[in-house]
T-cell receptor, first 109, second 114 residues
Framework: GQSLEQPSEVTAVEGAIVQINCTYQTSGFYGLSWYQQHDGGAPTFLSYNGLDGLEETGRFSSFLSRSDSYGYLLLQELQMKDSASYFCALPGNTGKLIFGQGTTLQVKP | GAVVSQHPSRVICKSGTSVKIECRSLDFQATTMFWYRQFPKQSLMLMATSNEGSKATYEQGVEKDKFLINHASLTLSTLTVTSAHPEDSSFYIC??????????FGPGTRLTVL
């Protein structure tokens, strides 16, 4: 089967940098994705890593180490609007996603 | 990006009734769509893969006779919750994509069964 582990909650202050870690177990690997979900809203795509290394998209970056079955999402210059749940997810070869339990990020002034 | 819509956004129904939820890809064709369920403060759980022109593939533990999925066209998949009960109350979300990644999610349907 597949499973992912990530911290349940993270708190940081505006302007800071926060890292959300994710470890996973899977028999077939097709990359690691990150999604953001605000309360009551739909998940939105943030980043995808198919190969080892860092992917940067504006204030958000994501890192993958396949040998360690580990990845992280890095959020820089935190803003209040970044308060949300962040999910790492394992895509299948058909596109279906298996989600981690989610990390609730609270950004404080 | 790509746009996925869902209808209705909210529905309240009595126990024992059936509820249909529509998922549409508005600006692209999707041979495959996915249905997820999310309980409050929990993660998204994949329910089934909806395949255009063929039967849906259900995840283990999901009752296919209770959650009927029809993918009648390349832009429309429907999920019907049959004989709904209060424990079926949840947030139902669909996703679709032009390719395997990334997935684009609909805005979700909040179902409340009284």
């Amino acid at each position: 089967g597949q499973s992912l582990e990530q911290p349940s909650e993270v708190t940081a202050v505006e302007g800071a940098i926060v890292q959300i870690n994710c470890t996973y177990q899977t028999s077939g690997f097709y990359g690691l994705s990150w999604y953001q979900q605000h309360d009551g809203g739909a998940p939105t795509f943030l980043s995808y890593n198919g190969l080892d290394g860092l992917e940067e998209t504006g204030r958000f970056s994501s890192f993958l180490s396949r040998s360690d079955s580990y990845g992280y999402l890095l959020l820089q210059e935190l803003q209040m609007k970044d308060s949300a749940s962040y999910f790492c997810a394992l895509p299948g070869n058909t596109g279906k996603l298996i989600f981690g339990q989610g990390t609730t990020l609270q950004v404080k002034p | 990006g790509a746009v996925v819509s869902q209808h209705p956004s909210r529905v309240i129904c009595k126990s024992g009734t059936s509820v249909k939820i529509e998922c549409r890809s508005l600006d692209f064709q999707a041979t495959t769509m996915f249905w997820y369920r999310q309980f409050p403060k929990q993660s998204l759980m994949l329910m089934a893969t909806s395949n255009e022109g063929s039967k849906a593939t259900y995840e283990q533990g999901v009752e296919k006779d209770k959650f009927l999925i029809n993918h009648a066209s390349l832009t429309l998949s429907t999920l019907t919750v049959t004989s709904a009960h209060p424990e079926d109350s949840s947030f139902y979300i669909c996703s679709a994509s032009k390719g395997p990644q990334p997935q684009y999610f609909g805005p979700g349907t909040r179902l409340t069964v009284l």
